[in-house]
């Protein structure tokens, strides 16, 4: 017990619960680390899938910003080409209301 008083409270908790759990004999414990070991193998198996699925999720994102890149360029060439005619229309239709109005007078 007197190397479990070195570790972190973390770690000597988790001993000290094992410990309670076997009937506190040190019989069914082969090593005082192996349970923190155990612990650590899980964490590190679970932050590895964690960061294939973030792999999995930057690939899907990097295709759909691929994909989608060529549509926005046309809509953006759309709104170009709409927002030029409206302006060819409205220079045409005042026009012709100055000459609507000089006829008038």
């Known amino acids: ?4 008083k070195s570790l972190p409270a973390t770690f000597e908790a988790l001993i ?3 410990q309670a759990l076997s009937g506190g004999s040190q019989a069914n414990v082969t090593e005082p680390g192996d349970d923190i070991v155990a612990v650590g193998a899980t964490s590190i198996e679970e932050i590895e899938k964690l960061m294939e ?3 999995i999720a930057r690939d899907y994102l ?3 910003g691929e994909r ?4 926005n360029a046309h809509y ?3 709104t170009r080409t709409a ?3 409206v302006k060819i229309i409205t220079e045409s239709m ?3 209301r100055t000459t609507e109005i000089e006829a008038a007078a």
């Open 76 to 78: 953006a060439h759309l």
């Open 83 to 85: 927002s030029a005619s």
């Open 53 to 55: 699925e973030l792999r």
């Open 62 to 64: 990097r295709s759909e």
């Open 94 to 96: 005042g026009k012709w």
């Open 68 to 71: 989608v890149r060529p549509m």
């Open 1 to 4: 017990m007197n190397a479990a």
């Open 16 to 18: 000290n619960t094992d």
